[in-house]
């Protein structure tokens, strides 16, 4: 091939990636419009706020059970928020349909908030849940909750919280808790419980963020994922969720199957749904009678409360 030539075809491909990077920022736009669009009609409202910290963002919303049945306490559903452990909050990220279903069901529910990076590490976040958990506990007479029946749950960055404060017992004991706090987990679409391997992929959109909360340390990386930190103790079960995401899909599997090797029983459910679409369908329709995943959840709650 001729020098010409060469430079013809490195002229028009240069031409050709200046007129796409335009239509890539144009769909960016558009995407995010969408997202901010859903958001917004999917804000959660009326529960009780609570402070379990000293920072504004340490706090959580809870909400009492509409169905109570009989006079005693009744068991707590806590979900943590996603946001790629930068942003969102418990008003935009926790799904509508949660606040209605749960307390229907006769469960209290509970909603946290926590610091966020880079103005905390992914550490102190875990260490957030924990502390959060740790409130409602010593509150859980005034609230009319059983402390022996909590359950974890998050979503996105919130199920690697929740993934490794279930895995790991150094926050629950930093809080002053052990792994018996709560009766289970459940991590939804979450695709970080092996952060080297998750670093390592990195979608395109993803490994900036992946990067400024995990940093570059191995080993700092290893002691934050859920899947090399499974071995006992745990919390006592796992039922981990996930939609058609190849890298959910793997990180979701790969983490049941050493929970299963330590001896924590664990149930996995996969649903229908790709990429990012797929990812925010799962959070904001679980609760939805219509939706799959919310019997799946139902039964396996069901089965850890002894209702």
């Known amino acids: 091939m001729n020098r010409n030539r060469l430079f013809a075809l490195a002229t028009l491909s240069v031409a050709l990636a200046v007129a796409i990077q335009p239509g890539r920022a144009a769909l960016g736009d558009r995407v995010r ?17 609570h402070a379990y910290g000293a ?5 959580l919303s809870f909400w ?9 306490a009744v068991p707590l559903v806590v979900f943590v928020h996603g946001g790629g452990w930068k942003r969102g909050d418990l008003v935009n990220a926790t799904g509508k349909f949660k606040v209605e279903h749960y307390p229907g069901e006769g469960y209290a529910f509970a909603s946290v908030d926590y610091r966020l990076v880079p103005d905390a590490t992914v550490e102190q976040q875990a260490g957030d849940v924990a502390s959060a958990l740790k409130w409602i506990i010593d509150h859980a007479r005034e609230l009319g909750i059983d ?12 199920a690697h919280l929740v993934a490794l404060v279930g895995t ?28 080297p391997k998750q670093v390592k992929i990195g979608a395109p959109l ?25 071995d006992l ?34 149930q996995i459910a996969d ?36 209702a």
């Open 147 to 158: 402390p022996r029946r909590i359950v974890l749950m998050g979503h996105s960055a919130g």
């Open 64 to 72: 009492a059970p509409i169905a109570k049945t009989g006079s005693g």
């Open 55 to 59: 920072d504004p963002l340490q706090h």
């Open 33 to 49: 419009e969408r997202m901010t669009q859903r958001l917004a009609g999917d804000k959660v409202s009326g529960g009780q706020d």
């Open 271 to 306: 649903f229908p749904g790709t990429g990012l679409q797929g990812h925010m369908t799962i959070n904001r329709s679980l609760g939805d009678p219509a939706y799959p995943a919310t019997k799946v959840v139902d039964d396996w709650l069901k089965a850890r409360f002894g």
């Open 168 to 195: 790991d017992p150094r926050y629950l004991k930093a809080a002053g808790l052990g792994e018996n706090a709560i009766q289970g987990v459940v991590p939804i679409d979450g695709a970080a419980y092996d952060v």
């Open 206 to 230: 993803m490994g900036p963020t992946y990067l400024q909360a995990f940093g570059t340390d191995p080993e700092r990386q290893r002691a934050l994922s859920p899947t090399f930190q499974a």
């Open 233 to 266: 103790p745990n919390a006592p079960a796992f039922l981990i969720l996930h939609v058609q995401r190849p890298d959910g899909i793997v990180q979701s599997r790969e983490l049941a199957d050493a929970l299963r090797k330590a001896g924590t029983p664990v």
